[in-house]
């Protein structure tokens, strides 16, 4: 498949720069996996949609603030935006990046007591690792002085005199209702849509739910760089599969039902688990702790999910690419024409789809 392949013409109206209120007044559009119908609900109809017997597994990772600032000693400031903690300092992306160089020191604006990091490395992607020279937890740092990473497209939307104001309520509403493992730069957004009453009807008609961890990186959102996406390298993401999620894995599909994926990442986590050893061999469950740069992209074969929730993807996108596997590029072409007809919103703040 070529990165052209991915493209599609969107009204910048379309683009949803708030959340619909309440969560699950979102727009869903339902389409068969193998087959054109098209059917528009809302996603408060979800519960009925469903079947009893069907599992959704749901990503139950929670957005950091990642998003921080930085005073230079020349003056100047930089932003970063974290992306992980490891055993020798945190790995974080840093603009504008072109003048900074090897044994900087920078302050974290907003963290107190002070906070101050050392520029060590730059990464082959443009990822620096830097180092707190006083020993600072990294969550406590950007619990203080963090910002939700939002994509730029929202912010850019805001006007100066109400961007204090919505940032304070987008640490809630840019998180899902089940948000649990803080780790995401960015909210696995199909899971935007559930409330608390949705997760209530749908487990009155014994649709069960399940849980996985994956946090949010880089290989969700990383533009594709290639024009050929057999060549296109994903950002390896942290991931984990409670041994509880593999059991009800095996159990749905003994006795017949689906294995619905809320959201790309619980597909890629899922879709990762089907090519360890452990699955094939029908091993004991237990928990998984690993590392997935999986790229799902056309003709993908997907071994254990059946359904997917998720949202309308930007063009030329991994994301895209994905949702084209499961269904095919023809049947997601031409869903997505209907949905820009229709006037659905698009992208992270969105509405959304069922394939099934």
Aim: glycine residues 6%; aromatic residues 6%; charged residues 25%.
């Amino acid at each position: 498949m070529k990165r052209h392949e991915l493209r599609y013409e969107l009204p910048p109206e379309l683009i949803a720069r708030v959340p619909a209120e309440p969560r699950d007044a979102s727009r869903l559009l339902v389409m068969g996996r193998s087959h054109a119908a098209l059917h528009h609900h809302r996603f408060r109809d979800i519960p009925e949609l469903l079947k009893p017997g069907d599992l959704l597994v749901t990503n139950n990772s929670r957005v950091v603030p990642a998003r921080f600032f930085c005073n230079r000693s020349s003056g100047g400031r930089i932003e970063g935006l974290f992306l992980r903690e490891s055993p020798d300092g945190w790995i974080v992306l840093l603009k504008p990046a072109s003048r900074l160089r090897s044994g900087e020191i920078v302050q974290v604006i907003g963290s107190q007591p002070p906070c101050r990091l050392r520029l060590i490395a730059r990464g082959a992607r443009g990822e620096w690792r830097v180092v707190p020279i006083e020993p600072r937890n990294a969550a406590t740092v950007l619990e203080q002085a963090g910002e939700v990473p939002l994509p730029p497209y929202i912010r850019a939307s805001r006007r100066d005199d109400a961007r204090a104001m919505l940032e304070s309520a987008d640490r809630e509403r840019y998180q899902t209702v089940y948000a649990e493992v803080p780790g995401s730069v960015a909210a696995p957004t199909a899971g935007l849509h559930f409330t608390a009453e949705v997760l209530s009807k749908l487990a009155d008609r014994k649709i069960r739910r399940a849980c996985v961890t994956l946090h949010v990186g880089l290989g969700t959102f990383a533009p594709l760089d290639v024009d050929d996406l057999t060549q296109h390298k994903i950002h390896s993401e942290t991931y984990c599969i409670p041994g509880d999620t593999i059991r009800a894995i095996r159990e749905t599909k003994a006795a017949g039902g689906r294995v619905i994926a809320v959201g790309t990442t619980a597909c890629r986590t899922l879709e990762s688990l089907a090519r360890r050893p452990e699955w094939a061999a029908a091993a004991p469950p237990a928990d998984i702790v690993d590392e997935t740069a999986l790229f799902l992209y056309p003709p993908a074969t997907f071994h254990i999910v059946d359904a997917l929730i998720t949202n309308f993807h930007l063009p030329e996108s991994t994301l895209l690419a994905l949702v084209m596997a499961f269904s095919s590029p023809e049947r997601i072409r031409a869903a997505y024409a209907e949905a820009i007809r229709e006037r659905y919103r698009f992208y992270s703040f969105g509405d959304a789809m069922l394939i099934h």
